[in-house]
Nanobody, 115 residues
């Protein structure tokens, strides 16, 4: 059974940091491209960051470039999103995604940036 379980979300003040984790099971994690998406209220889900299966290549949305870092541990079957210098506009539900011809999604974790 495929599972992607996100954790690490919460309430943080502007300028603060959070680290999201996504623990994967039920598929060969190291073969899948992993991504983080987010969806704010009344907005479309958007791609935040992607990391290749071997962990070398990464992609970031312009809105988070220089502030967020995606990484993965293919031994622990976990992907991370380190989020620094958080802004109120980063407030959203963050979803973990695994892709290799099929898409798997986690249930999401809420991130709220507010003073």
């Amino acid at each position: 059974q495929v599972q992607l379980v996100e954790s690490g979300g919460g309430l943080v003040q502007p300028g603060g940091s959070l680290r999201l984790s996504c623990a994967a099971s039920g598929f060969t994690f190291s073969h899948y491209r992993m991504s983080w998406y987010r969806q704010a209220p009344a907005k479309e889900r958007e791609l935040v960051a992607t990391i290749a299966s071997a962990g070398g290549r990464t992609y970031y949305a312009d809105s988070v470039k220089g502030r967020f870092t995606i990484s993965r541990d293919n031994v622990k079957n976990t992907v991370y999103l380190q989020m620094n210098s958080l802004k109120p506009e980063d407030t959203a539900v963050y979803y973990c995604n695994a892709y290799q011809s099929v898409n798997y999604w986690g249930q999401g974790t809420q991130v709220t940036v507010s003073s």
